[in-house]
């Protein structure tokens, strides 16, 4: 949710409360906005959870991560789905990397928070053929 528009709700109910209520409705409005923001914060908090007892920038498959990334998502959703803090290569613009056991790397590339582009780099294909 774009974070203007919680603001935007949350005037929105504390002023509907106070109107029709007067103090109870904007205790009762603020409770509720309260509430929202704690659960925001443990839905933030068990995605960190999740990622942090995994190694650094690893994922199971690096191609399945760059089928189900698209442009405007949070670090919070990419994080659930990898369940691994990525490596940070950069600060401007700010990239991370998940790579798999096969060598397969994906970096990706945030602005304000979002995914801006990411890039997949394949690893070369070992010969088999050689002697």
Do not use: C, K
């Not at 908090?45 to 189900?68: D, E, K």
């Not at 919070?76 to 990898?82: D, N």
């Amino acid at each position: 949710m774009n974070a203007a528009l919680g603001w935007v709700l949350a005037a929105a109910a504390l002023a509907v409360g106070i109107a029709g209520w007067g103090w109870r409705g904007a205790v009762l409005a603020l409770t509720v906005i309260v509430f929202w923001l704690l659960l925001q914060f443990s839905r933030s908090l068990r995605v960190l959870r999740g990622a942090a007892g995994r190694p650094l920038g690893r994922v199971p498959n690096v191609v399945m991560l760059h089928a189900r990334l698209a442009v405007g998502m949070p670090l919070l959703e990419i994080l659930r789905l990898t369940r691994s803090l990525g490596r940070r290569l950069s600060e401007e613009p700010e990239v991370y990397a998940w790579s798999d056991e096969g060598g397969d790397e994906l970096r990706v590339e945030l602005r304000q928070g979002r995914v801006a582009r990411w890039t997949l780099q394949r690893a070369a294909p070992e010969d088999e053929g050689a002697p």
